[in-house]
């Protein structure tokens, strides 16, 4: 599936909405309109009051920390799998970005829906956890739990942006594939280069993505000049921001915008991301077009892409539904 080229967007700056609202199952013409203009015109923005308690951040940020400064060969026990879920190497390389073969300066942890392993589902599969840290496990449940809520809202909020009624993407996410990250950046010591940066520029595959984000700077996003504008940690406030599969269904009227990550602080960077993938049989193409003509499912669209995002997981290829 050719993903529809991203209209050159001109702003300056990051929308902030509160979101209360729609957490509490309404709704309001201005909310509508302010994520229907942050979805168009940048494709990234702030919500407030996302219904995440603190302390389910905190915890999991603490339990983040004591994980990630373990001894290398420690964390490599558990080495992601090609069901995308364990530990992700510091410096992988990756396929995508302005170069072939650019690296990451990051390391990450994965899990998503604890289901069984099938060879007929190649994405999904069991979790699996570490000894170390005890409380890591559940820590990360806990805000998956709290953090899926927020994704359920905001995907209605999205389906009446797009004038689809509240239900209107209901289809689309029934058994989704989302998955949650934990992302370390240490301190960014080399050139700024595509070659070595905390993460290369990008556009995220999924539906959507939230992110929670330590204090300070690093995350990017690029504008139509081509100026990287940047998006700080903003207190009690999550960054949430459109993927491909969100673009594709909407032909570009939603953006999915380009960004990256340099840490340049000094210290090491800490962050959550939640990336909300559909259920693995929703087809990936124009909404307006998926009645008349059949699209690829998602489980094909996202195995495709994550081979060759991320090759150390040794994703094989796909093989049918």
Same mark, same amino acid.
């Given at each position: ?26 709704? !309001? ?51 992601? !799998? ?84 509240? !239900? ?81 269904? !909407? ?71």
């Amino acid at each position: 599936m050719a993903i529809p080229l991203s209209r050159r967007l001109d702003f300056s700056e990051i929308p902030q909405i509160d979101v209360g609202v729609l957490l509490a199952g309404d709704s !309001t013409d201005g909310l509508i309109d302010a994520l229907e203009s942050a979805c168009t015109d940048v494709g990234f923005f702030y919500v407030h009051n996302h219904g995440v308690a603190p302390e389910l951040i905190s915890e999991l940020r603490e339990q983040a920390s004591l994980y990630f400064n373990q001894p290398m060969a420690d964390k490599m026990k558990l080495a992601i !799998t090609p069901q995308m879920r364990g530990y992700l190497p510091l410096d992988y390389s990756s396929y995508e970005g302005e170069e072939r073969a650019a690296k990451s300066h990051q390391e990450g942890f994965w899990v998503g829906y604890d289901r069984p392993l099938s060879s007929e589902r190649a994405m999904e599969g069991p979790n699996v956890w570490p000894d170390y840290p005890p409380g890591l496990k559940t820590a990360m449940l806990n805000y998956f739990e709290a953090v899926e809520r927020l994704s359920v809202a905001l995907q209605r909020g999205f389906a009446m942006a797009l004038g689809l009624g509240e !239900t209107g993407l209901d289809a689309h996410f029934i058994d989704p594939m989302s998955l949650l990250k934990l992302n370390h950046y240490p301190p960014q010591d080399a050139p700024e280069s595509v070659k070595h940066i905390g993460v290369v520029p990008h556009s995220d595959s999924g539906a959507f993505t939230i992110l929670w984000q330590d204090d300070g700077e690093g995350l990017e996003i690029e504008n139509k000049n081509g100026e990287w504008i940047g998006a700080p940690s903003i207190p009690d406030t999550f960054v949430i921001n459109i993927g491909n599969v969100m673009q594709i269904w !909407t032909d570009g009227r939603f953006s999915s915008t380009p960004h990256r990550v340099i840490n340049r602080g000094g210290r090491d960077r800490y962050s959550i991301p939640f990336f909300v993938n559909p259920g693995r049989d929703a087809p990936i193409g124009p909404l307006e077009n998926q009645a008349a003509e059949p699209a690829e499912p998602f489980s094909k669209y996202i195995q495709e892409r994550l081979r060759r995002t991320f090759p150390v997981a040794q994703i094989p290829e796909y093989t049918g539904p």
